[in-house]
């Protein structure tokens, strides 16, 4: 008995960070869900008619499916780009490697909003990328193409969570050891061949994890698109975040909140499913 | 809406050095004085100019609270029912919630010497009264104009309309706020009561506001933010979030002017209140007769940039002649509805 009480109360003490500043808050939004608004004023109540209100409202569904689409997209770029310099910087040697390493991931030390006003500046219509052009002669006078519109919305999150997808597949591709490759070589294998069935697959529970940060965070990221993207950023963390404020709806903003976490949940139970079918 | 014009205001306030000051030093206030007024208000409007005559005539102490947001300052006064304070300030679109709540209490102006002073624009606004009562007196106000390159136009654009020309497309930009965009809207559509829309008149409104929607570079939030976008791409035209943004814009070597269009614009009408909770209501009378002081309305235009409602040339100095041509905020019919419209056209 002496012993156990003050374990139990260490245990207690623990539980009540992640208690109190994760679940409390998800509980009471996901409580606030369900209930409706009546003469301004927040009601108690078990209503579904908020979920029901998401679900008929195409201006919301509509958003909201148009938003995984972006992500979706946003994701395959990171992809596609962050596997081969994941592959490049690895590919180095000794203090290169590490030196390369931590350019990639010098981004994640500067504000998230810094980083945007930057990327507009250089895309913007006195940005150094139209300077450039126009100083080459390739256009006759600044043009607004590359800002305020979906490209840039692409281009500029791409940029922002391009170092989560790197860093976790840079990690398993480090974890492969390198007898394995030379194995393989000695067996006659292509270097195409030892990709295919030696890196790719040990190197997959690192890349599923770098789609999935990239995706998750690019899921919740209302501010970028409407930054860049000009009249078309309206994106489903902007719809959110709109019932807030002097529109007081919280339920129906909670309940949309709900829908969200619950996508992302679900995204990442599936993606830890076949992340672990996919273990040697 | 209002969020919007608060920020504008938060540029000429002293920082917040001032309410930390105020929070701070209300305490030892309340134990040391006898008679006392306690203000709820916005930074600005209660600056020593005015109130240390006022305690110098009255002997009274006054403890100022300042707030961040209108919903704030709401929750304040609903927490107490209006009895942590005495006088409050705020404007035209938030009487309709303190006078369903009871927050606030009729003014008797035969108590207020100084109500002669208020100019006659001022002098009859619907939105402060009910039942034959006045509930607010106006004390500062502003618009959300149209701001233009004067550059691009010799002759300032004397209609909203000028921002549904496809010949400015790309070189326009329109603040992104629900109920602000949909008053602009009716009112460039005619509607008498740009407030009160029917479902009929919302849907004009959506296909008005999705037509101009295509012709915008992008809508903004935010008074810096604005007045960037129309620097950093040499824009023409904006739904501006306040008279400020000129000023700052001038900064940034951009030729800017603004222009009250004929379909007017929309504007904000920061008024005095007595609540509901007040214990000296004699002296509630008094601050609100200090503040219509004609000096005190030249003060409020001439050192901070609000136009005021009592010194007529004190406007004029600084170019705020238009206040009968605007549309003061009112409580829009519902709330939850123009968020939906707007998000409507932002989603098509």
Redesign the interface.
Known sequence: MERLLPRVLLFALAACLPLGLVLLPIGTFLVLSFFHMENSQIVPSFWLANYANFFRNWTYLGTFLGTLWLCTQVTAICMLLGYPIAWFVWRRSGTLRYFLLLLTVLPLFMSYIVKLYTIRSVLGLNGLLNQVLVGLGILEKPSLLFMFNQHAVLGTMAVLYIPFAILPIFLTLERIPANLMEASRDLGASPWSTFRYVVFPLALPGTIAGALFTFVLALGDFVTPQMVGGTTGFTFGRVIWSQFGLAYNWPFGAAMAAILLATALLIIALASYSASRQRI | ???ATSISRRKFALGSAATIASFTAAPAIVRAAAKELRVLTWEGYAEPDWVDPFKAATGADVSIVYTGS??EMFAKMQGSKGADFDVVAFDTSSFK?YMDSNLIQPIDLSKVANAQNIIPEFKSIDAIKRDDKQYGIPFAWGSLPLIYDATAFPTAPDSWTVMWDPQYA?QMIAL?D??NSIVLAALVLGFPEPYNLTDDQFEQVKQKLIEQ??L????Y?GFDEGVKLFA???LKLMFSMGEPQVAALKGKGVNAALSIPKEKAIGWLDCWVISAGAKDVDLANQWINTCLDKKVGNLLSTKKSYGNTTDAEANKSIGMTYGDRLAWLLTPEN??K???V???V??S
């Open positions: 809406m209002k969020k209108v919903d919630r790309q992104d629900a109920n929607k295509k915008l570079l992008t809508y939030a950093d791409n040499k709330f939850e123009r968020v939906a707007w998000n409507e932002k989603a």
